[in-house]
Each structure stands twice: as structure tokens, then as C-alpha cells.
């Protein structure tokens, strides 16, 4: 079945620092999404990729569709408190079931 | 404009009780789907529907129910609760295709099976 992987599970960095999360799969994708969920709330989409190779920026958030549409990225840039939380990826494959990742927790250091 | 609004937001069933989670949208979203949620398991599919009176399996099915009567409505049964379906449910929307496939959460019920 499809699987989405992410790692590290946790991730700890200080306030002002870039950080990228990526994602990978042993299938291919045809839509990527990236998510944000803090405590005690559903997931809240942050990008959506809808073409390999595509580049898309939310204000310091940039993501990536890879080329070979079994990874992707997502980058913070000069990370703030309020970027806490834990991030997701997901995706929809050739069977239109939306996978998710485990996710990653990160904590931004002031 | 309420996107999805999923009841109760907690919910306390004995082992053996049945319940139903509702979820409703308001989008006209085709693709409607019920996830759960345990630590460090990430979201977990348990069922999803692509239109009304469309469903299918995810990955963690057994122990649940659904239905699509209608676009708006999905609504999760668990029809004899156990405690190992403790858990955060969420429920999620989208359009089926093209550049809408982005899906939209609501937030979530929180059940606790004793």
C-alpha cells in the first residue's frame, strides 16, 4: 500500500533558523500536501503541490514537488515560537486514497 | 462559512457501547474521509467516499461503519466500541480532482472507550 515517510520524528531548533522536513515514498504521487496541527486541533493546510517540479511559497514556507513525484519538501524559513507544532505530510496516489505521514514535532528554541 | 464540523468533540462510551461521529460540510466537496489519530501513529485512513452512496475501506476499517447519503453528510459508527478505538477521530473534505484535491479538516472528536 502507500506509504508516506517521514523522518526525524522530532525536530529542535533555535528561533531565527531555517529548517526543511522532507517526505518520501516507494509510490508515486499525484498531489502533495503539507499540513500543521497544534495541540487539541485538526490539521491545517499550509501548501498544496499539484504538478512534479512544482514550487510553491506561503510567507516563509516554501514547498516542493519532486520530479520523480515520490518526494517532496518543505521549508521554514527564520523560524518563530509560533511555528511550534507537529507538520504533516500527505498525498493522493493512483488508488485516490489521502495518505499521511507520521509527521514531524517541531520545537523553536527562543 | 463553516467548512467541516464534526460532533461530539468528546465522548466517553463504555466497552460494548455503539455511537456515531458525525461529520457534515459545507463546501459541496466530493471526497469526504475519517481518519484516527494516536501518538506517533500519525493519521490513520479508516474509511473515505468519493460521492454520495460511494464508500470504501482505508486502512484501519474493522470496528467501523460508514455511510454517504448525501454530498454533505459522513457519518463514522462504531457499532460495539472497544478500548483499543480510544482515540482522536478527524474528519476531512476535498474536491475529487484537479487543483481543489486539498483537503480540510474539522476539529476533531475526542473518544475515550472504558
Known amino acids: 500500500g502507500q506509504q508516506l515517510n517521514q523522518s526525524p520524528q522530532s525536530m529542535f531548533i533555535q528561533e531565527g533558523e531555517d529548517v526543511s522536513m522532507n517526505c518520501t515514498s516507494s509510490?508515486?504521487?499525484?498531489?502533495w500536501l503539507w499540513y500543521k496541527q497544534d495541540p487539541g486541533e485538526g490539521p491545517v493546510l499550509l501548501i498544496a503541490?499539484?504538478?512534479?517540479?512544482e514550487l510553491t511559497s506561503n510567507g516563509r514556507l516554501t514547498a516542493q514537488f519532486g520530479t520523480t513525484r515520490k518526494d517532496s519538501f518543505l521549508n521554514i524559513s527564520a523560524s518563530i515560537p509560533s511555528d511550534v507544532g507537529i507538520y504533516f505530510c500527505?498525498?493522493?496516489?493512483?488508488?485516490?486514497?489521502?495518505?499521511f505521514g507520521k509527521g514531524i514535532t517541531l520545537s523553536v528554541r527562543p | 462559512n463553516a467548512g467541516v464540523t464534526q460532533t461530539p468533540k468528546f465522548q466517553v462510551l463504555k466497552t460494548g457501547q455503539s455511537m456515531t461521529l458525525q461529520c457534515a460540510q459545507d463546501?459541496?466537496?466530493?471526497?469526504m474521509s475519517w481518519y484516527r489519530q494516536d501518538p506517533g501513529m500519525g493519521l490513520r485512513l479508516i474509511h473515505y467516499?468519493?460521492?454520495?452512496?460511494?464508500?470504501d475501506q482505508g486502512e484501519v476499517p474493522n470496528g467501523y461503519n460508514v455511510s454517504r447519503s448525501t454530498t454533505e453528510d459522513f457519518p463514522l459508527r462504531l457499532l460495539s466500541a472497544a478500548p483499543s478505538q480510544t482515540s482522536v477521530y478527524f474528519c476531512?473534505?476535498?474536491?475529487?480532482?484537479?487543483?481543489?484535491?486539498?483537503?480540510?479538516f474539522g476539529q476533531g472528536t475526542r473518544l475515550t472507550v472504558v
Open positions: 476531512a473534505s476535498s474536491y475529487s480532482s484537479g487543483q481543489g484535491r486539498a483537503a480540510f
Open positions: 509510490s508515486i504521487f499525484n498531489t
Open positions: 503541490l499539484y504538478k512534479a517540479g
Open positions: 500527505a498525498g493522493y496516489g493512483a488508488n485516490s486514497k489521502l495518505t
Open positions: 463546501m459541496n466537496h466530493e471526497y
Open positions: 467516499s468519493v460521492g454520495a452512496g460511494i464508500t
